[in-house]
């Protein structure tokens, strides 16, 4: 081979042969919704290539690429032989919490014994009690504690992330947590779509009114002024809007701000009460609203119809027992559904193949809509299904390597899945011991 072809035609990454690659889609679709969500393209017998610009080159049988010249000419700085395994994309957690410190297991006791989420919360546990062990904790131990929890998210397949800040709840300290994520996301494998949830709970000692004059008025300039000088990166705004924490006109005043100052609006809604957070998200052009779990049948039309996402947390159902959100009903009205880990000192959950065996059990998602709303759909609720959540030519070449023929067995293995290896534009990131 002369020297001009070996540059012309080598590449990073090629995966040979696997069983199934699972592309999720094959028409550069943007997102699934309705019956659609029920169909992923699966291509058998097939190779991947990725190029050494880490985006995928070709995804095809491994018999229609042997036709090919290029292909016949190629060679691979990393060459795996993927027989008897399957490829799904990398995994998007479209909801999380990463960048606190203590932890909340003497709470978890005492909701098993009866306690719920709001009687904690309202005399100080909950978001309060993370809030003083956040605040107190220093930028450098918040970082090491987030870059360990990526890694563990990037072992169970996770190669971008939704994270949210939220745990400061003050200019400074909202802006601590921002610094962490910006540097995290710069250091770690895993991409990183940052949230300024500094409307995540009403601060100790003030009235939801002033908290939310603050968020509007304190926090959020100091933390444009800080994205507009590139010492912070901030994608999305976040409400906790709740019954006992932000209403609806806190809720709409925070996130038009928000928009205004160029954000896309992705806020907790309708979890423990009915409070129109669907209503209120179709209203303002929101790109999603997580949880849900007591959506209106109104609140079901206003997103199906304005193509808002659901961002579905099926860990929250389950850690406090409560009823989960209607998926069924969402996804056959033609809501675009989503999933997130919620991963967060109330739901301690790092996994979304859990979470994509809890959406499929609890929540009654087939197998393929649970992985098209962890994969495009995530990364669609964020804007970043250009380049993230399915296996195609152009986009970025996230690929976890699963050791079964069958890619349900993701799923199936529940919290230990059978995750042999996760690449991240084309270079192995994760390696996993059988
Ligand atoms: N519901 C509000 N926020 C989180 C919980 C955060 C916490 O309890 O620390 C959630 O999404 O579940
Ligand atoms: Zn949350």
Not at 292 to 302: P, T, V
Request: proline content about 3%.
């Amino acid at each position: 081979m002369s020297t001009s072809t070996e540059t012309n035609n080598r590449f990073k990454l090629r995966l040979r042969n696997a069983a199934q690659v699972v592309a999720v889609s094959t028409t550069r679709e943007t997102f699934k919704k309705g019956a659609a969500m029920n169909t992923v393209a699966i291509i058998e017998d097939a190779t991947v290539v990725v190029g050494l610009d880490g985006t995928v080159v070709a995804v095809a049988r491994e018999t229609e690429l042997a036709t090919q010249q290029w292909y016949c000419d190629a060679v691979f700085d990393d060459d795996v032989d993927a027989r008897g395994k399957a490829v799904v994309p990398g995994l998007v957690d479209g909801h999380t919490h990463p960048v606190w410190a203590g932890d909340r297991v003497n709470e978890f006791e005492q909701k098993l014994a009866g306690a719920t989420y709001m009687e904690i919360h309202l005399r100080g546990g909950g978001i309060g009690y993370t809030v003083a062990q956040t605040r107190a904790a220093s930028e450098e131990a918040l970082l090491e504690l987030t870059m360990g929890r990526l890694d563990r998210m990037l072992a169970q397949g996770t190669t971008l992330v939704e994270a949210k800040s939220g745990y400061g709840l003050d200019a400074d300290s909202e802006l601590k947590l921002l610094r962490v994520l910006k540097r995290a996301k710069d250091a770690h494998a895993v991409a990183v779509s940052p949230t300024f949830l500094g409307a995540h709970s009403v601060p100790r000692g003030m009235s939801a009114a002033d908290a939310a004059a603050d968020v509007v008025h304190k926090q959020l300039p100091v933390v444009v002024a800080a994205r507009d000088a590139g010492l912070v990166d901030v994608d999305n705004i976040d409400v906790f809007m709740e019954k006992g924490v932000f209403d609806y006109s806190q809720t709409d005043g925070i996130l038009s701000a928000g928009k205004a100052a160029g954000l896309c609006l992705n806020f907790h809604g309708d979890e423990l009460n009915h409070m129109q957070a669907a209503e209120l998200g179709a209203k303002l052009g929101a790109r999603a609203i997580s949880h849900l779990e007591e959506i209106s049948k109104d609140g079901i039309a206003a997103m199906a119809t304005n193509n808002v996402f659901g961002v579905l947390l099926p860990t929250t159902a389950y850690v406090l027992r409560i009823a989960p959100p209607p998926a069924r009903e969402m996804i056959d009205s033609g809501v675009p559904i989503a999933l997130g880990s919620d991963f967060n000192p109330n739901a301690h959950c790092l996994s979304m193949p859990f979470v994509m065996n809890l959406a499929a059990v609890t929540m009654k998602m087939t197998l393929n809509e649970a992985l098209v709303a962890a994969t495009l759909n995530s990364a669609a609720s964020l804007n970043k299904s250009d380049m993230h959540g399915s296996i195609e030519v152009g986009k970025w070449g996230n690929l976890v390597l699963i050791d079964s023929p069958l890619w349900t067995h993701l799923v199936y293995e529940m919290v230990d899945a059978p995750i042999a290896a996760v690449y991240v534009k084309g270079s192995l990131a994760k390696k996993n011991s059988k």
